[in-house]
């Protein structure tokens, strides 16, 4: 349980959702600190229905009322919150500051470039209709699982349906049909279905090269770990990972538009003083991928901070355990299972760390 003896500074996130099961729009609130002895720690401290409309003067009533219930409205430091404009005025109605969520806002990115290409969206309606089909049948689901038994080496996956708030539930439908590309086939040559044209199926494999790198950000930023340190990181990995792609064939427009979006949306990350001083202070990063004026503004605004901070004198246990402590290994190359972050491990290594203290 979180008490005031436990901390004076406290983050949020925040998002309104609506239940399955009924009609009802709740208002989660989950606070999230570090003790004393450096510990990350997070609790939920509402999930309330929101009455009425979902104003921003209705929501900035809601937000109010429980910091006062639970007494913590001086000790706020940031609210992360969606992009929606009513939930962004109600928090700066509340007398609270508040940072847009990073993977709210690739989701974003990536809806206006898959929407930029007639041909994609053909190609991903025709593959929604496929996991329709097999999501709405038992029938169809055995059938295609006997397929896949027949198959040497064939892996006996479900077909996925993807739901199309979420970007990436239609990258893994996407991924996961492409994978059961071969079945399908042999499935659609007894059955009434309609599959994705060989040039669509090109097509998709092209599109999921260019995702996968936004696919990979979206899970490392939702990692209970992360920290808005990783943001500024995050947006120069992705644009050099989708540099990296070639085989762009058919998809160009894709992936200029999603370049594009992301450069616009994340023009300014690196002056906003939350993201400029959480990398300044996170030892893997520093001042390392900042240009000489971001670096200029970060560093001043940090030694600002650090002017009117009073820093708790260290027990002994937490001089001897930072003493001890082994140095991060390097993280291994990019593969399927490591972080994005992986991409930049040149930059972090080669560039010497930079005092960014001037006191």
């Known amino acids: 349980m979180m008490s005031a003896k436990l901390t004076d500074i406290i983050s949020f996130t925040t998002d309104s959702w609506t239940t399955s099961q009924c ?10 600190w570090i003790t004393d002895s450096w510990d990350r720690q997070s609790a939920v401290v509402a999930a309330c229905p929101i009455e009425g409309s979902h ?68 190609a991903i309606a025709t593959c929604r209709n496929v996991a329709t089909h097999f999501s709405h049948s038992v029938l169809a689901k055995e059938k295609l699982e006997v397929i896949q038994q027949s198959i040497p080496d064939q892996t006996c996956h479900a077909i996925i349906q993807d739901v199309q708030t979420r970007w990436n539930s239609t990258f893994y439908m996407l991924d996961r049909l492409l994978e059961q590309k071969k079945p399908l086939i042999l499935y659609a040559a007894d059955n ?17 090269a260019i995702l996968t790198p936004i696919e990979r950000a979206t899970r490392d930023v ?22 990296n792609v070639t085989d ?3 998809v160009q427009t894709i992936k200029e538009e999603l370049v594009r979006d992301i450069s616009a949306r994340f023009e300014d990350v690196a002056k906003q003083p939350i993201y400029a001083v959480a990398t300044l202070v996170d030892p893997r990063y520093r001042g390392k991928l ?9 560093t001043q605004r940090l030694n600002d901070l650090a002017q009117n901070v009073v820093l708790p004198a260290a027990t002994e246990t937490q001089v001897t355990s930072s003493s001890a402590a082994e140095p991060a290994a390097k993280r291994a190359r990019l593969d399927n299972n490591n972080s994005l972050l992986d991409l930049l491990d040149d930059d972090l290594q080669a560039v010497d760390v930079r005092s960014v203290f001037n006191y």
Request: charged share 20%.
């Open 23 to 32: 009609t009802d729009s709740l208002l989660s609130i989950t606070a999230h």
């Open 55 to 122: 104003t921003a003067q209705n929501l900035a009533g809601i937000v109010t009322s429980l910091l006062e219930k639970w007494n913590i409205g001086k000790k706020v430091h940031v609210f992360l919150r969606d992009n929606a404009k009513n939930m962004t005025a109600g928090l700066r109605e509340a007398g609270v500051e508040s940072v847009s969520c990073f993977s709210h806002t690739l989701q974003l990115c990536v809806k206006t470039s898959l929407a930029s290409q007639r041909a994609v969206i053909d």
């Open 192 to 208: 009434n279905i309609v599959l994705p044209t060989a040039h669509q199926w090109t097509l998709l494999e092209h599109v999921l």
């Open 222 to 243: 939702s990692a209970e770990k992360s920290s808005a340190s990783d943001v500024i990181p995050m947006v120069v990995a992705i644009k050099r990972a989708l540099q």
């Open 248 to 250: 762009d064939s058919g």
């Open 290 to 298: 900042f240009t000489p004026d971001e670096l200029a503004n970060g």
